[in-house]
């Protein structure tokens, strides 16, 4: 059995890396098993997909803790501890990351003890947020390691998989997809199945024990008032909306209405300010405002700017 996963951020495509694929193992004559697992569901927000195939019925279920592939379409969530990039990783688990630095680099971060091999972007871009078509290209590489994923069979799974895109658009994921399958050639087979577990000998999950408390205690805990301030969302954040004040009609009402996140404020004179702290760079501001005065700027550039 091959059990591979997917880590990227929401909006980047990993839950389309995994159907595209589940669908091309599939058409090989594999049964298989493909789902995204979310945590928060925003823009930004770390996510995982996974895959699972197999010549016989899969009997295993859930997330998989033991891979044979991790693939890694941002790079910066591998110091996340919450991200869960390296969960569950051995000397066996081949290692892909999407990024700029050569995989030296990254064994000497990581002390990574299986092969660590690097998916460089197509674009020669330094801002993330740039390079689309990432999910294709992902989901090309991780076929062509496994080696058994012809390419005719990955390309009508794009197909399938991205039904209603019109033909310019689809026709850029399979370019992208060829090129990262072409750059994974020299690794074909690299990624080896392995046998299923026995039920008996499989980890137990890491369950967090709640003690029962009394609802005296527990109930204000949850239902306090006005404790969510302390939650900075903003720091899911990787596109940040930035208000062009030359460009603002001061409409007052469209912009602070449409956040979901109540997180757009009103001065007197009608100018709109946002609070960066629990902006969750949703963009919905972005599409609603009718003047097009807010724009996505990528976080890293807007934060460097503030800096003194």
Not at 123 to 143: F, I, W
Not at 246 to 275: E, L, Q
Request: aromatic letters at 8%; glycine letters at 6%; a negative charge.
């Amino acid at each position: 059995m091959y059990r591979i996963r997917f880590h990227g951020r929401g909006g980047q495509g990993m839950k389309t890396a995994g159907r595209i694929l589940g669908a091309a193992f599939f058409q090989e004559g594999f049964e298989v098993q493909d789902a995204p697992r979310y945590g928060a569901e925003r823009r930004g927000a770390p996510i995982f997909a996974y895959v699972r195939a197999a010549r016989a019925p899969i009997n295993e279920r859930g997330v998989i803790r033991q891979p044979d592939l991790v693939v890694v379409a941002d790079d910066t969530l591998v110091p996340v501890p919450a991200a869960g990039v390296l969960a569950g990783v051995s000397e066996q688990t081949v290692l892909l990351i999407d990024s700029f630095d050569a995989p030296d680099v990254w064994r000497r971060r990581l002390n990574f003890p299986g092969p660590i091999l690097i998916l460089p972007a197509a674009e020669d871009v330094e801002d993330r947020a740039e390079r689309r078509y990432v999910g294709a290209a992902c989901a090309a590489a991780a076929a062509r390691l496994v080696g058994v994923i012809p390419w005719p069979a990955l390309a009508a799974a794009v197909r399938d998989e991205l039904p209603g895109f019109n033909p310019a658009i689809l026709q850029k994921n399979l370019d992208k997809a060829w090129d990262a399958y072409e750059q994974m050639a020299a690794h074909a087979g690299l990624v080896q199945e392995r046998p299923a577990m026995p039920a008996d000998v499989q980890q137990s999950p890491n369950w967090v024990e709640l003690p029962f408390e009394d609802a005296r205690f527990a109930t204000p805990a949850i239902y306090a008032a006005a404790t969510s301030v302390n939650v900075k969302t903003g720091l899911w954040r990787t596109l940040r909306p930035v208000i062009d004040y030359d460009r603002c009609n001061r409409c007052w009402w469209v912009c602070s209405t449409f956040c979901p996140d109540g997180a757009i404020s009103v001065d007197p004179d009608g100018a709109p300010h946002i609070d960066y702290d629990h902006c969750k760079g949703c963009l919905v501001c972005v599409a609603q405002c009718p003047p097009h005065a807010i724009a996505a700027a990528p976080e890293h550039l807007a934060a460097a700017e503030e800096q003194p």
